[in-house]
Every structure is written in structure tokens, then in C-alpha cells.
């Protein structure tokens, strides 16, 4: 069996519960490397906390694929579309739990199992007991490996080299989309194996917009540029957010700008082991108040990063829980002016064993592009 699976079969046993069931989806490829699409036919790994191996219960046609990819003793239990799911199922939860209803609850992934899986189980399994697996799976992808920040590492130098080609051909005059598209060939041409999320070119008044849809608004001389975007590489994401002008975009802009650069550098700064999610949050937002922006800063300063955009732990007030080296999260503060712009600044970060290290190293002064179309 894999470490990780090890360790999540630790918690399982510490939790007193029966085991988990897990989906085709990003938990499992962390914890096994296997990846399918999650399409309508069943597929769910059984992990038994009782000592017994884990049981794959899958359709047949992937069986012989699945069979020569899974490092670890597992016992399979396929089916065929004639036959339908349940049968394999129901033999896969004796086998596993040593009972046609495990006695204890059943882990599952409450934000990631569909209704056809539980239905499937409850069926299978009446009175069966369920809990959330979702906070114990967090816990264990917070923090990164060497091979996982490696990977990162490797994400985030993909990103930044497209922001590097991308930011030379911006001027007035090219609208929103067209840029976008324009960024997302420059990231696959640096190497991502795809986009971390559909990234975001927002100009003038509609960079106010933290979460702006990219539009047909043609940019303008004075604007300023919100360019949030990111790069996948062997699963692993990247997330970056830049702020540039369009000429020279006024003093007040400036000033809004040195702000929330000031509060990005406030934020990293106080990044170390020990240090919640919390406290980063307190010192960021503590500048843009300070300044008088408090209310214009709409969002958290930053999220976990990793096999997904969004992970834990959440860079937010609440957010309690000490961080541990190899922690990676963004910090990513912003002023937002609805009808006039908007400034973000994003990086993304690792806790190290005596402090913190910032992934992203692209230039966070002010860029000032052509005004010239």
C-alpha cells in the first residue's frame, strides 16, 4: 500500500471509523496516481481500516487498464454494462468490511461523491453510516512533498514565462478576449500541460471585478490590468495574478497600487511554521485599512494551492489551524474601485522549516505598457 494511503488508513483507524470510499476523482489520483473520467459508470475504491486489502469496484471494461496500474495489493470487483453495478458492489463491501453493512461509519467525500454513488451504496448497504471525509483528505494534501513542490516549482516557471511573452504584446486597443486568448497560447506554448482555471483579463472599470468574465472591452490608454492566470503541470497548478498600466494611469491608481503591494509584501512577510492562516490575513488587510481601503478589499487574502486551484487552508480570519512547512497557499491582496479599476497582486508561497518561500518571482513593481495601438 502507497504512504499516503497508509497514513489516511491511519487516521481512518484513529477516527474509529470503518474505512472510505473514494471517487474517481483528485483525492484518489493523490493517494494512488490512478486517474480516470469521472463518467456514469461506477468506480469506487473501498479502503477498509480493518487490515484488509483495498477493493476497486469498476466497470470491466476498465478492469485489465486499472489491474496493471495499481502499485498495492487490491482485490477487484468489475461489472458489465448488462449487469449493472450493485451485485460487484455489494461483493466488493463484504469483502472489504468483512459484513454486507460495515458497523461503523464509511468515510466519503462530501464534496466530490455524485447522488448515483451514495444511492448506489445506500442500496447495497441499507442503514449504512456515513461521515465526511473531505477534512481528513485536506489535511494530508496540505502539505507538499519534494516531488509535489518540484512540480510546482516547475508550474509556476511555465507561467511566468508566458506572462513574460504575453505582457510585451499588450497595448491599447486589443480587447479583453482577444488578449485572453492570447495568454492561454502563451502558456501552452511554455509547456502547461493546461490552464489552471480560465484565466482573467480584466481592464479599466471592469478590473473592480475580482471574479470579471473576460469581454469584448477593447483597453484603453490609462487603464489598469488585471491578469490573473495559471498553468498546470503533471496535475500540479500554478496561480498568479499581475496588475499592469496602460501608459500612465494616474496618481491615484499609483497610490492604490503601492498599497496593496505594500500589503502583498506585508503578507508574505509574515508567513512561517506555526504562523494561521489567520494572522497572514490580519497582516495584509491591516495595510489596506490602515490606508483607508478596508471596505474595497472584498475577498480573502489567499487559498491553498496544489492538485487543485482551491485547497486548503484558507489565508482568511477563522482560519486558526497552525501551518506546517511544505504548507503551499497563495497571498493575494486587492483594492477594488466599482467604475473606476482594480489592483491584485498574487503570489504563491511555501512554508519552509524556518520561514516561508515565495514560488512566484515575477516583478511585482508597477509594469507600465505601451498606451499605443
Known amino acids: 500500500m502507497s504512504v499516503r494511503l497508509s497514513r489516511l488508513v491511519e487516521r481512518l483507524v484513529a477516527s474509529d471509523y470503518a474505512?472510505?470510499?473514494?471517487?474517481p476523482a483528485t483525492n484518489l489520483a493523490y493517494l494512488t496516481g490512478l486517474r480516470f473520467?469521472?463518467?456514469?459508470?461506477?468506480?469506487l475504491l473501498l479502503l477498509p481500516a480493518n487490515g484488509n486489502p483495498p477493493v476497486m469496484v469498476l466497470p470491466q471494461l476498465e478492469l485489465e487498464r486499472v489491474r496493471a496500474s495499481v502499485?498495492?495489493?487490491?482485490?477487484?470487483?468489475?461489472?458489465?454494462?448488462?449487469?449493472?453495478?450493485?451485485?460487484?458492489?455489494?461483493?466488493?463491501?463484504a469483502a472489504a468490511f468483512g459484513a454486507t453493512v460495515p458497523d461503523k461509519p464509511l468515510a466519503v467525500e462530501h464534496t466530490v461523491m455524485r447522488m448515483m454513488e451514495l444511492r448506489a451504496l445506500e442500496a447495497v448497504?441499507?442503514?449504512?453510516?456515513?461521515?465526511?471525509?473531505?477534512?481528513?483528505?485536506?489535511?494530508?494534501?496540505?502539505?507538499?512533498?519534494?516531488?509535489?513542490?518540484?512540480?510546482?516549482?516547475?508550474?509556476?516557471?511555465?507561467?511566468?514565462?508566458?506572462?513574460?511573452?504575453?505582457?510585451?504584446q499588450i497595448h491599447a486597443g486589443l480587447s479583453e478576449r482577444t488578449l485572453s486568448h492570447m495568454l492561454s497560447d502563451a502558456i501552452l506554448?511554455?509547456?502547461?500541460?493546461?490552464e489552471s482555471f480560465a484565466n482573467m483579463v480584466a481592464g479599466g472599470p471592469n478590473a473592480a471585478n475580482p471574479h470579471h468574465e473576460n469581454s469584448d472591452r477593447v483597453l484603453q490608454t490609462g487603464d489598469l490590468v488585471i491578469i490573473d492566470c495559471g498553468a498546470v503541470y503533471q496535475g500540479y497548478h500554478s496561480d498568479i495574478t499581475r496588475t499592469v498600466a496602460i501608459g500612465d494611469p494616474g496618481p491615484l491608481a499609483r497610490h492604490v497600487y503601492d498599497i496593496v503591494l505594500a500589503a502583498n509584501t506585508a503578507g508574505r512577510n509574515a508567513c512561517r511554521p506555526g504562523v494561521s492562516g489567520a494572522t497572514i490575513d490580519a497582516a495584509a488587510r491591516r495595510v489596506i485599512e490602515d490606508a483607508g481601503y478596508g471596505a474595497a478589499f472584498v475577498h480573502r487574502t489567499g487559498h491553498?494551492?496544489?492538485?487543485?486551484?482551491?485547497?486548503?487552508?484558507?489565508?482568511?480570519?477563522?482560519?486558526?489551524?497552525?501551518?506546517?512547512?511544505?504548507?503551499?497557499?497563495?497571498?493575494?491582496?486587492?483594492?477594488?474601485?466599482?467604475?473606476?479599476?482594480?489592483?491584485?497582486?498574487e503570489d504563491d508561497v511555501v512554508i519552509t522549516s524556518d520561514g516561508s518561500r515565495s514560488l512566484t518571482t515575477f516583478p511585482r513593481e508597477l509594469i507600465v505598457v505601451s498606451g499605443i495601438d
Open 304 to 345: 491553498g494551492l496544489g492538485l487543485e486551484t482551491h485547497e486548503l487552508p484558507n489565508i482568511v480570519a477563522g482560519s486558526d489551524a497552525p501551518l506546517l512547512p511544505g504548507t503551499t497557499f497563495t497571498i493575494e491582496p486587492g483594492i477594488y474601485l466599482p467604475g473606476q479599476f482594480g489592483v491584485r497582486i
Open 37 to 43: 473520467h469521472p463518467g456514469k459508470r461506477l468506480i
Open 19 to 23: 474505512g472510505a470510499a473514494l471517487m
Open 125 to 168: 448497504a441499507p442503514g449504512l453510516r456515513t461521515v465526511d471525509l473531505d477534512p481528513m483528505l485536506s489535511e494530508l494534501r496540505m502539505v507538499k512533498d519534494a516531488e509535489e513542490l518540484a512540480l510546482m516549482e516547475r508550474a509556476v516557471a511555465i507561467v511566468e514565462q508566458a506572462l513574460h511573452t504575453f505582457i510585451r
Open 189 to 194: 506554448a511554455a509547456g502547461a500541460d493546461g
Open 71 to 93: 502499485p498495492f495489493a487490491t482485490q477487484f470487483f468489475a461489472w458489465s454494462d448488462a449487469e449493472g453495478p450493485l451485485k460487484a458492489l455489494a461483493d466488493g463491501i
